[in-house]
C-alpha cells in the first residue's frame, strides 16, 4: 500500500514542465543578480548583435547572429511567424496528432488550418509510436499549397521524432512554403545538433525553433530561440527588440547552456524512466505505453477507467493529463516526473486497478 498523503501538494505531472528544476548554477546567479541588470536596459543592440546570448547561440552553430531570433518562448515566434506571413484564406498545414495550441493561432488572422495525419507502428523493440507519414504529407502539401508547414519533432502529446533523412526528404518536396519545425522538446531523445546549420543553408525558408522552456527546465523565464533561413530577413526584422530582451532570463540561458553535465544527468534519470514505464504499462490490461523522445509519455487507457482514476490521482495531488480532443479520446500524457514522483504516480494506478 502507498501513502495517500505522500505529497502535501499537486504535482503538476500534466503540463510538460521539468520537476527537476534547472541547473543549481542558475540560482547561484540569481542570489547575486545586479542592480544595473535589474534596472537598465541591455547594451547589447549597441554592440551590433540582438543579445550576448543570441551571439553565444549563433557561434556554438557556427551561424551568423543575424540567423539566431530570440523570443518569449517558442509560443512567441510560433505566433510571430504565422502573424506576419499568413494572409487571410491562406494555409497552414499541421499535424493532426498535435498542441492543440497550433490548430488556434491560423485563425486570429483569417487563415485556416489542414491536416496531415500521422501513422502508428510498433518499434524494433517492440514499442508503440505514432511516425511522421512523408509520402502522404508530400501528398497533401502537394494538393492543398499552403503558405506555412509546421514539423515539430519530437511531437507534442505523441512523443515521437521526425527522422532526418525523411525530414529532408519532405523539405526538399515544400521549398515554396516556409516551414517551421518546432523542436521545444529538442534534448531528451537525442543531443543532435550539427544537422542546424546545413539543413538552413540548403533550405533559406525554413525555421527552427526552440525553447529554454523544456531540456533547460527555465519554463518561466520565457526565453526561446530560433534558427531562422536565409530567406527569411523579414521575420529576423520583425522579431528583433531594439531594446533587447529580458536580462535576467537570458543570462540564466548562457548559464544553463554551460552546464551540460547536470542537464545531461537529469535527462538519463529519465531516460531510466521511460524504460521503467514501458515495461509497467505493457503489463496492464488495455495500456498502451507510446515512445517518448520527450519528457512526457503518451499512453493509451481503457476508456471506463478514466474518470475513476483521475479522481484517484487527484485525491493524491497528483494530476496527469487525460486527453479529450479529436485525435484523442482514450489517451493520457504524463509530464515524467523526478524517480519518486514517477513511481509514486505508477505504484497509484496500479493500487488504483487493484494490481
Ligand atoms: C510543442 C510545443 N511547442 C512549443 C511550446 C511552447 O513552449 P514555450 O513557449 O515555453 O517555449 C510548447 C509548450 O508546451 C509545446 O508543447
Known amino acids: 500500500m502507498t501513502d495517500p498523503k505522500k505529497y502535501k501538494e499537486l504535482q503538476y505531472l500534466d503540463r510538460n514542465e521539468s520537476q527537476y528544476g534547472p541547473s543549481p548554477n542558475c540560482y547561484e546567479f540569481l542570489k547575486n543578480v545586479t542592480i544595473d541588470e535589474l534596472s537598465c536596459y541591455s547594451r547589447d543592440f549597441a554592440r551590433g548583435i540582438k543579445s550576448s546570448l543570441s551571439k553565444r547561440i549563433a557561434d556554438d552553430f557556427g551561424l551568423p547572429e543575424r540567423q539566431v531570433i530570440l523570443s518569449y518562448g517558442s509560443e512567441d515566434l510560433l505566433k510571430q511567424i504565422i502573424h506576419y506571413y499568413l494572409e487571410r484564406k491562406e494555409k497552414i498545414l499541421i499535424p493532426r496528432e498535435a498542441w492543440w495550441y497550433y490548430k488556434k493561432v491560423a485563425y486570429e488572422v483569417g487563415g485556416f488550418n489542414v491536416e496531415y495525419p500521422m501513422a502508428k507502428r510498433i518499434t524494433n523493440e517492440g514499442i508503440a509510436t505514432f511516425m511522421y507519414d512523408v509520402d502522404k504529407m508530400i501528398e497533401i ?6 503558405r506555412i508547414v509546421l514539423i515539430a519533432s519530437p511531437n507534442n502529446p505523441t512523443g515521437n521524432r521526425i527522422p532526418k533523412e525523411d525530414l529532408k526528404r519532405f523539405l526538399d518536396a515544400c521549398r515554396g512554403a516556409l516551414v517551421m519545425i518546432d523542436e521545444a522538446y529538442w534534448g531528451f531523445g537525442s543531443l543532435e545538433n550539427d544537422y542546424v546549420k546545413p539543413f538552413l543553408d540548403e533550405f533559406p525558408n525554413l525555421v ?3 525553447t529554454f522552456s523544456k531540456y533547460y527546465a527555465l519554463a518561466g523565464c520565457r526565453m526561446g530561440f530560433s534558427f531562422a533561413g536565409k530567406n527569411l530577413e523579414e521575420l529576423i526584422n520583425y522579431s528583433m527588440r531594439y531594446l533587447g530582451y529580458n536580462r535576467i532570463s537570458e543570462k540564466l540561458g548562457e548559464i544553463a547552456i554551460d552546464d551540460s553535465e547536470y542537464y545531461e544527468r537529469v535527462t538519463a534519470l529519465m531516460q531510466e524512466d521511460k524504460e521503467y514505464f514501458y515495461t509497467e504499462f505493457a503489463k496492464l490490461d488495455g495500456f498502451t505505453p507510446y515512445k517518448s523522445y ?3 509519455m503518451l499512453v493509451d487507457m481503457p476508456m471506463d477507467i478514466r474518470k475513476g482514476l483521475n479522481k484517484f490521482l487527484k485525491e493524491r495531488n497528483l494530476l496527469i493529463k487525460f486527453l479529450d ?3 484523442f479520446k482514450t489517451e493520457t500524457r ?3 516526473g523526478t524517480r519518486e514522483q514517477n513511481m509514486y504516480l505508477m505504484d497509484s494506478i496500479k493500487e488504483y486497478l487493484g494490481k
Request: proline share 6%.
Open 334 to 336: 504524463i509530464t515524467l
Open 325 to 327: 480532443e479529436e485525435a
Open 141 to 146: 502539401y502537394d494538393r492543398e499549397s499552403p
Open 294 to 296: 520527450a519528457n512526457f
Open 208 to 210: 527552427i525553433c526552440r
